[in-house]
């Protein structure tokens, strides 16, 4: 059961569906985030119609916060929360709980109307950058080394090609590079900055063309014993097993 809020003295609407049928007559009672968007205060008068919406195939959501980055499976931690809603509506901006803490994200996008239903849906979810999120782009980095690189060629001084392809491979072998993230959602205060140049060069292993499904192949690395070794002096006694006596 769906319906479609409007405030006329604004011309704003949304869309919601129904928790539970508690409140009194001629009373509806809606989240804080859901009375901001429509620009509605305590008391104020609304306008309730049933609506009947397509089911959602793609949705895009823009973060308001460079927050919202921190969290590890953006996906998953939204797909739980949209659990909790019926429908989406373009424009909207909702709000979504996670470790304590309150994200919000604007619906910038649905499909196939601008308001659609989200119950039992496959729904393909994409996201926007957030809100003063700065992109630091590998693309400009690499451009701009290009063109610094052909300034100095012209110049006389040239680039070192192996060298960069050097550092690449370094970067690419190393291990255990990342950042540790706390549970609590909070950003560290320190952080890893590991210097290529004291990073070891790990070499890619061979692999075995000749192994053949459902075999086992042991490689073992024996080292020969010494022929001389084997051969016992005549002063010395040979061993005897169980020679010993018994003691009560």
Not at 19 to 31: Q, R, S, T, V
Not at 33 to 56: D, F, H, I, Y
Not at 96 to 101: E, L, M, S, V
């Amino acid at each position: 059961m769906l319906f479609k809020l409007t405030n006329r003295g604004v011309n704003r609407h949304t869309h919601s569906g129904v928790l539970e049928f508690i409140a009194d007559e001629g009373l509806i009672y809606l989240p804080h985030w859901m009375m901001r968007n429509m620009c509605l205060t305590e008391g104020q008068l609304v306008k309730v119609e049933s609506a009947v919406l397509p089911v959602a195939t793609y949705s895009k959501f823009q973060p308001q916060h460079v927050d919202f980055l921190d969290i590890h499976n953006h996906k998953a931690v939204l797909e739980n929360a949209l659990r909790n809603f019926a429908c989406l509506t373009k424009g909207d901006i909702i709000a979504i709980q996670y470790n304590d803490r309150t994200y919000e994200l604007s619906v910038m996008e649905v499909r196939p109307t601008d308001a659609v239903s989200i119950i039992e849906c496959d729904m393909e979810v994409d996201f926007a950058p957030p809100v003063g999120f700065v992109e630091h782009s590998v693309k400009q980095k690499v451009n701009v080394a290009r063109n610094s690189g052909q300034d100095e060629t012209d110049s006389g001084v040239g680039t070192d090609v192996s060298a960069i392809i050097a550092e690449a491979q370094i970067k690419a072998l190393s291990s255990f590079t990342g950042l540790g993230r706390r549970l609590d959602g909070r950003k560290k205060n320190t952080e890893y900055h590991p210097d290529p140049s004291s990073l070891p060069v790990l070499e890619r292993g061979i692999p075995n063309y000749d192994y053949k499904i459902g075999t086992l192949n042991f490689i073992r690395n024996l080292i020969p014993m010494d022929s001389g070794a084997d051969q016992v002096d005549g002063d010395v006694e040979e061993f005897k097993p169980f020679s010993g006596s018994g003691r009560r």
